[in-house]
């Protein structure tokens, strides 16, 4: 129990399909991320949101949009993706965004895109 | 700008040390490690703030060379439980973390 909840863990979409990843923490932190993890790929981060407001986005494709309603929860709506976009999706909190401090990780959710 | 580690994997027997590197093209604030095991998330090994700290805990310590942008992670007297891919993240002066590329750890009986 990390303090970090992400459902679903698994989910398999088809490329016309919408659905949303959702993320909560329970710590009490001011900031949460977004990682896409690939196979044999570094971590890469997609959002960052410091007190429910976006303080970065890395250049992601906007079939991804995330969105913080509060500094608990999380979330990550998926449109017409690509079956490139298959990947585990992690969601991290931390105290605050800038000096990143320690992240906390959620288990993920293991996204296929048929 | 994501930082390189190396070796990309190794396999080591119980009770074998293991060195994993971490090296950056910038100029760093900080050095963060991380192990993930198979199928659970990454989790928080250390953070390394000044250029010559080195931090432990139990037999895993690391180090940081502020001057060479370098990291290193040593793994005493491996144990089973140690298996798992470690992840180097690192911070430059502008607050940019990246994570490192990760190494893949098997220790077996």
């Known amino acids: 129990e990390t303090g970090v909840t992400q459902t679903p863990r698994h989910l398999v979409m088809g490329m016309t399909n919408k659905k949303s990843l959702k993320c909560e923490q329970h710590?009490?932190?001011?900031?949460m991320y977004w990682y896409k993890q690939s196979a044999k790929k570094p971590l890469e981060l997609m959002f960052v949101?410091?007190?429910?407001?976006?303080?970065e986005n890395n250049s992601v494709p906007s079939r991804f949009s995330p969105e913080c309603p509060n500094s608990s929860h999380l979330f990550l709506h998926l449109h017409t993706l690509q079956p490139e976009d298959s990947a585990l999706y992690l969601c991290?909190?931390?105290?605050?965004?800038?000096?990143?401090?320690?992240?906390?990780f959620g288990e993920g959710s293991r996204l296929t895109v048929l | 700008q994501q930082p390189v580690q190396s070796p990309q994997a190794v396999i080591l027997r119980e009770g074998e040390d293991a060195v994993i590197n971490c090296s950056s093209s910038?100029?760093?604030?900080?050095v963060h490690w991380y192990r993930q095991k198979h199928g659970e998330a990454p989790v928080f090994l250390m953070i390394?703030?000044?250029?010559?700290e080195q931090k432990g805990h139990d037999k895993i310590s690391a180090s940081f060379n502020e001057k060479k942008q370098q990291s290193s992670l040593y793994l005493t007297a491996s144990q089973l439980s140690y298996s798992g891919t470690y992840f180097c993240?690192?911070?430059?002066?502008?607050?940019?973390?990246?994570f490192g590329t990760g190494t893949s750890l098997t220790v077996i009986p």
């Open positions: 910038k100029a760093l604030y900080s």
């Open positions: 949101y410091s007190l429910e407001e976006r303080v």
């Open positions: 390394l703030l000044k250029g010559g």
């Open positions: 993240g690192t911070e430059d002066p502008g607050n940019q973390f990246y």
């Open positions: 710590l009490g932190h001011n900031a």
């Open positions: 991290a909190s931390s105290q605050s965004q800038g000096n990143t401090g320690e992240l906390f």
